[in-house]
């Protein structure tokens, strides 16, 4: 059974600090695997899809890097800004499922001015 | 061009009512997945749609849920006499096609508040 785990489920940064957010899960077998932001009360937007062919994913200060082998991915955000505090979802899409995602249960970032 | 939409934003019910969740895909989309997000409990997949084919409901969590999809675009989330436990947010998400490699785009979900 396929378990996605993030680390830490909360952190709480100064403005300007560099940060990783972490993700691991049990099941190398996966087609790709997605971070995702939800703000509260929101739905999820979209942040970088990694197939599982590639070793990462790079979107202006946000940089995801896969090891499928290990069982990992990390988030890392550059230059941290007030307006990044959002909770942070990792997922990943299992092959031989019908496709749909499973998640972690996030971890919660906020950034202090 | 539009995202997949979601209405209502917010219901709240009385314990044992029955709600319809709705869901609008993004216009082509083939594939769409339900999800449920619970307070402490994280993303949960409840329901899958791909074209004509029969849905994969594996993840329903009781007979109370049924969901269908009409003319292989809008789906609609049924939860009959609804308990204080099915309050969370009802995530819908669509895919253009069904490669695994496709990206899941997601609506601003429904909260349900049973009470």
């Known amino acids: 059974k396929q378990e996605v785990t993030q680390i830490p489920a909360a952190l709480s940064v100064p403005e300007g600090e560099n940060l990783v957010l972490n993700c691991s899960f049990t099941d190398s077998a996966i087609y790709n695997l997605q971070w995702f932001r939800q703000d509260p009360g929101k739905g999820l937007t979209s942040l970088l899809l990694i197939q599982s062919s590639q070793r990462e994913q790079t979107s202006g200060r946000l940089n995801a890097s896969l090891d499928k082998s290990s069982g990992r991915s990390t988030l890392y955000i550059a230059a941290s800004q007030p307006g990044d505090s959002a909770t942070y979802l990792c997922?990943?899409?299992?092959?031989?499922?019908?496709?749909?995602?499973?998640f972690g249960k996030g971890t919660k970032l906020s950034v202090k001015p | 061009g539009a995202g997949v939409s979601q209405s209502p934003s917010n219901k709240v019910t009385e314990k044992g009512k029955d709600v319809e969740l709705r869901c609008d895909p993004i216009?082509?989309?083939?594939?769409l997945y339900w999800y449920r997000q619970s307070l402490g409990q994280g993303l949960e997949f409840l329901i899958y749609f791909q074209g004509n084919s029969a849905p994969d409901k594996s993840g329903l969590p009781s007979d109370r849920f049924s969901a269908e999809r009409t003319g292989g675009s809008v789906s609609t989330l049924t939860i009959q006499r609804t308990q204080q436990e099915d309050s969370a947010v009802y995530l819908c998400a669509s895919i253009r096609g069904g490669a695994p490699i496709d990206e899941q785009y997601f609506g601003p979900g429904t909260r349900l508040t049973v009470t």
């Open positions: 216009s082509g989309h083939t594939a």
């Open positions: 997922a990943v899409r299992r092959i031989g499922s019908q496709g749909n995602l499973i």
